[in-house]
């Protein structure tokens, strides 16, 4: 078990934050959205109410048909009312102009044609407004009372400006008030229903992983029958068989090295025994002479069958450690330590491609085929009717399934004894001297690697395919 360094994340760096981060940033862009056509509105009322003014005044330049009758002060109250500058009334081609005694001669003017009421227009005298920096003169527009008559009021921009601007300001204030009751809210919400449960997740699982054999430290699920129930139980239930595998694994090998202890005293007390009986078959009786080779060779079978199970004890449990290999060169290798290489009799053909490189722990992968030419070789030497040209094959092919490599031999078939515990250690045996350790460790290496090992039935010799990811193929 590794010892890396293990902690829950911090209080600003957890999923709490991003939560209350994301929360606020889409309130503040739906926000957004409803800000442009809400400031639009308001400045539109703005300059109606404005205009209203205009529009009493026409009735006024309608009821009088002279301007210069008009008292003085009654146009300046009008125009202060409006707050603005000057007040044009258009009507059957003839214009009439009321205006302040003091007016400005206009600067840059800017016109609010309040006729046009479509949304994209107000948006964009908003916005025009906002950034047009509150030094023009505003031209508002709109219709009189009488047909076909126009309503001009001419004032500075500047108050409009700055109400649209106080305007801003409250809506954002709000808004941050929105935003703030809302992260809260839904923070306590979420937090309750999700982050505390979710942080007891993450802390058992902390502390299970570093005491798996704790059983105190197994989580004790809730109620609940959302998704976080299940996962609670879940992990409940995978904390239980974890732990009871380990136990399970803890005896199996205190068993294991009693049975390695024996075994080792077992092949000392036998080799002692084959030193004996080479001395025996030294003897002259010819009764001795008859009997000491059976002697000698079950002593021989009974030591290498110690021995093997002490390497099959030593096997090594790691994970492969994967790393760039030729497989042509593997399989070279492997049928060499196989001795299939130079064999007087059976000829041993390379199938696999030039400079195809694969990803495998090359000892680990070697051994399986090692196991896999050693078991053909192995068959046609003890066939008892001679095979006519004995060959032993390796085979390669790509596919979208992967890499297949199959390993073919000419020879008398798996005995029907062999097929039934085919890959089972210590069982798959259906040879004299055979351990039954072969198959199973290959398999047991190719399916740490992602990949299979199967037999293929035929009608003659015997065909085992090794089928490894096609991520292993490298080039
Ligand atoms: N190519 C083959 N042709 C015929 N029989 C085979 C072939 N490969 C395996 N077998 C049979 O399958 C059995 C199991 O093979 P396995 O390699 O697991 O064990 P083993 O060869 O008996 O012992 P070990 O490999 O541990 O020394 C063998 O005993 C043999 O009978
Ligand atoms: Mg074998």
Redesign the pocket.
Known sequence: MTAEPRFLPGRFSGLSIKLIATIIAVIFAVEIVVFLPSIANYRASWLDDRLRVGVVAARVLDAVPDVMAIPRNLTDRLLNSAGADAIVYRREGQSQLIELADAQTPTVAVTADMRLRDPMTLIAGAIDTLLGGGGRTLRIVGEGDLNSSLVELLMSERPLRRDVFAYSRDFFLISLIIAAITAVTLYVLVSRLFIRPVRRLTENMLAYRQAPENASLIIIPSQRRDEIGIVERELGAMEQDLFSMLRQRRHLADLGLAVAKINHDLRNTLTSAQLLSDQVATLDDPEVQRLAPRLVTTLDKAIGFAQ?VLDYGRESAAPPVPGPVDLRSLIEDAAFDARLVGHPSIAFSNGAPERLRINVDAAQLARVFV??L???R??LEAVTAPVAAPAVRVEVSRSDAGLTIA?L?N?????P??RAN??VAFE????A????????I?REQVEAHGGQLQWIEQPAG?R?EVTLPASTVLA
């Open positions: 093997s196991n896999l050693k078991n053909a192995e068959a390993v031999d020879g008398p078939g798996l005995p004894r062999a085919l890959f798959g045996s259906a040879r001297g055979g351990t039954g350790l072969g198959l199973a290959a015997t085992f």
